[in-house]
């Protein structure tokens, strides 16, 4: 079933909401988020700092951040086009491609196997993708010389940075061009994406967020020195922004022609190797199920940065959030904006109902964020009723309490947990302006706030 413009506004507004509440709860320094549907931007948000020390804003258009292995969608696009064009076939042997890796790599290894993960390549070498340099090219071959494989082709699944760093090999070898070249030719131009950088050049540089490491709840979060991927780019380089990442993922859908043609597409997310439990892996593209809807994506962590973005093909749909910390922020933020479009979607025709006292303009005032002691409750509009929802249960629009007008500030649970106040009357107050204060909830007061 399509979206209307009022679901997706609906979904949009709760994503946002829900959005901010995990960034400051996972006490993530900044993000960047959205979604579009069909190519249109239905939300582009932000939240926090870019930079602590200098108290510099995330900017939902402007700001960058690593985006790591999601870098590994593109150089499989790359190989594909090649196929395409007949410089390349996906069974090729790794060894007739890369004459150097002949003593290091089993001969039925193929192209195909390095995409999908099921070379038996290990999964980085030495190096431990922390802040000290990355492997350079002279490096990276060596350690592969040494030792590159820790099984057979095809004999399990297991991820590995390895494996497409050597496929950035490949694409050179089989253009005589860098990958840097490549991924500005022919994904950063031909999409039109302005601020995407397949490497750390001094343009990226004015643009990306400064990372910030991982830490325990009592301990400050330190910055990252910004670590060019060198040989390891192909897996891990890209640098770019939500509103490229949308346009990125838009030409990945059904109908875009302008990177790939439909079958190589559906070749590159279909399934290519079913794992015990989802995501399963294509060629560069992850593929799962988010609240009933298949989303086809990739998630990346760099040092300093965890970023995640997600489309749906049946849908129109495609998502980034993007951090600036080593955090499950941004997977769990991809979650939440599937999980809106979704549970909107699904209360829409409960939610119509409305009485006499509101309309679905006039419920707007009442949503929003309110506190008590700590405690954060989310009130959001679903098509003409109000939703009490709380942001930390795992699908939070599933369980939310609908609220049936009985007066202009006056509403009763109608649905929702039997263990709360199901049955019971939520009622609002107003400072003189009009403006909406306080939630009644039970005997307890909650005052909004501004996320």
């Known amino acids: 079933m399509s979206l209307s413009?009022?679901?997706?506004?609906?979904?949009?507004?709760?994503?946002?909401?829900?959005?901010?509440?995990?960034?400051?709860?996972?006490?993530?320094?900044?993000?960047?988020?959205?979604?579009?549907?069909?190519?249109?931007?239905?939300?582009?948000?932000?939240?926090?700092?870019?930079?602590?020390?200098?108290?510099?804003?995330?900017?939902?258009?402007?700001?960058?951040?690593?985006?790591?292995?999601?870098?590994?969608?593109?150089?499989?696009?790359?190989?594909?086009?090649?196929?395409?064009?007949?410089?390349?076939?996906?069974?090729?042997?790794?060894?007739?491609?890369?004459?150097?890796?002949?003593?290091?790599?089993?001969?039925?290894?193929?192209?195909?196997?390095?995409?999908?993960?099921?070379?038996g390549v290990i999964r980085d070498g030495s190096n431990a993708w922390d802040d000290r340099s990355m492997p350079d090219r002279e490096m990276f071959r060596a350690e592969v010389r040494a030792k590159a494989a820790f099984g057979l082709p095809s004999e399990r699944f297991r991820y590995s940075n390895v494996a497409y760093s050597l496929l950035g090999e490949i694409v050179e070898a089989s253009t005589r061009r860098s990958f840097v070249s490549l991924v500005n030719g022919n994904v950063v131009r031909p999409l039109g994406l302005t601020t995407t950088w397949p490497d750390l050049s001094s343009a990226a540089r004015r643009h990306l967020a400064t990372g910030y490491q991982g830490s325990r709840p009592d301990e400050p979060r330190l910055p990252v020195p910004h670590v060019d991927a060198r040989a390891v780019a192909p897996a891990g380089g890209l640098i770019s922004t939500v509103p490229d990442l949308l346009e990125y993922q838009l030409a990945q859908l059904p109908g875009d022609g302008r990177l790939l043609t439909e079958y190589s597409k559906r070749e590159m997310q279909r399934t290519q190797w079913l794992r015990s439990e989802e995501p399963n892996y294509g060629l560069g593209w992850m593929n799962w199920h988010i609240d009933g809807i298949k989303v086809v994506g990739h998630s990346g962590g760099y040092p300093g940065f965890v970023t995640k973005i997600a489309f749906s093909p049946d849908e129109g749909i495609a998502a980034a959030v993007l951090t600036n910390t080593e955090s499950p922020a941004a997977a769990r933020g991809i979650e939440l904006i599937y999980q809106s479009i979704s549970g909107v979607r699904r209360h829409w025709a409960d939610a119509a109902a409305t009485t006499r006292w509101h309309g679905r303009a006039s419920l707007q005032p009442f949503v929003g964020l309110y506190r008590l002691r700590g405690s954060d409750l989310l009130v959001a509009r679903v098509n003409g009723s109000l939703h009490l929802v709380d942001h930390e249960e795992p699908s939070p629009l599933s369980k939310a309490a609908r609220l049936e007008p009985l007066g202009p500030r006056r509403f009763r649970i109608v649905t929702g947990d039997d263990f709360g106040f199901l049955g019971e009357d939520v009622t609002f107050t107003s400072d003189r302006r009009g403006r909406i204060t306080t939630l009644h909830y039970g005997a307890h007061a909650y005052t909004k706030e501004q996320i």
């Open 5 to 119: 413009e009022r679901q997706l506004a609906d979904a949009a507004a709760l994503s946002d909401a829900l959005l901010r509440l995990t960034a400051i709860h996972s006490r993530v320094p900044g993000a960047a988020f959205g979604f579009s549907h069909d190519g249109a931007t239905i939300l582009l948000g932000a939240h926090g700092l870019a930079d602590v020390e200098h108290a510099a804003p995330v900017d939902a258009v402007a700001t960058a951040f690593r985006c790591a292995s999601i870098t590994k969608s593109v150089t499989a696009t790359l190989v594909m086009q090649l196929v395409e064009r007949g410089k390349l076939r996906l069974d090729d042997a790794v060894t007739s491609l890369l004459p150097w890796t002949r003593q290091a790599l089993d001969a039925e290894l193929t192209v195909r196997h390095l995409l999908m993960h099921g070379g």
